[in-house]
Nanobody
Framework: QVQLVESGGGLVQPGGSLRLSCAAS????????VGWFRQAPGKEREEISC????????YYPKSVKGRFTISRDNAKNTVYLQMNSLKPEDTAVYFCAVNGTRLRVDYWGQGTQVTVSS
């Protein structure tokens, strides 16, 4: 079992930055990957970043590529999502996740709200 706790969400103006953190109850290096998803009101949950544990490869969809960066601190069992140049359409609840396979999420965090508004 892995418990995930996100933090770092909040209200930010367009063009601003936020860094989300996801603290795991234990190491997740024995899983396939860690990542972040988001869900905006009335929309489906979408994957916005993935960090492979095997080779360190990353994935970002076009909507966030070049603006968001996923990273991890293995000593702290923590994964981060640095979000720059935020836009109103980035407003959503952000969830961290641990993937058992590329397409299967085994554990979810509880989510943290990010609101981008002036």
């Amino acid at each position: 079992q892995v418990q995930l706790v996100e933090s770092g969400g909040g209200l930010v103006q367009p063009g601003g930055s936020l860094r989300l953190s996801c603290a795991a109850s234990r190491s997740t290096l024995d899983y396939y990957a860690v990542g972040w998803f988001r869900q905006a009101p009335g929309k489906e949950r979408e994957e916005i970043s993935c960090l492979s544990n095997s080779d360190g490869g990353t994935y970002y969809p076009k909507s966030v590529k070049g603006r968001f960066t996923i990273s991890r601190d293995n000593a702290k069992n923590t994964v981060y999502l640095q979000m720059n140049s935020l836009k109103p359409e980035d407003t959503a609840v952000y969830f961290c996740a641990v993937n058992g396979t590329r397409l299967r999420v085994d554990y979810w965090g509880q989510g943290t709200q990010v609101t981008v508004s002036s």
